[in-house]
């Protein structure tokens, strides 16, 4: 399965995105998928992640403010993002909850300035 995470950008401190990941692939759609983000100097972190079914978890870092749903029909992960802070600011990528992984691809980049 190839991964491709978009919708990236600057955005100002109480901003919004919407990321997407599109899937190539049938595993895509009956796996649970998360959202990861690296921000720099630091470790991959978990942000949240949906099952097949529409079951979702969120980081405590986020909770609140970020909404993970998926299209199953349509290969398709998204992530609303609300109220950004700087501490937000990081490479988003999507992939399964858990090893083995599907390849990473390139993510995208959320920067949250004034």
């Known amino acids: 399965v190839q991964l491709q995470a978009s919708g990236g950008g600057l955005v100002q401190p109480g901003g919004s995105l919407r990321l997407s990941c599109v899937g190539t692939?049938?595993?895509?759609?009956?796996?649970?998928m998360a959202w990861f983000r690296q921000a720099p100097e630091k470790q991959r972190e978990l942000v949240a992640d949906?099952?097949?079914?529409?079951?979702?978890h969120y980081s405590s870092s986020v909770k609140g403010r970020f909404t993970i749903s998926r299209d199953n029909a349509k290969n398709t992960a998204y992530l609303q993002m609300a109220y950004l802070k700087p501490e937000d600011t990081a490479v988003y990528y999507c992939?399964?909850?858990?090893?083995?992984?599907?390849?990473w691809g390139q993510g995208t980049l959320v920067t949250v300035s004034s």
């Open positions: 992939n399964k909850i858990q090893p083995p992984f599907f390849s």
């Open positions: 692939g049938s595993d895509f759609r009956f796996n649970t």
């Open positions: 949906i099952t097949f079914g529409g079951t979702t």
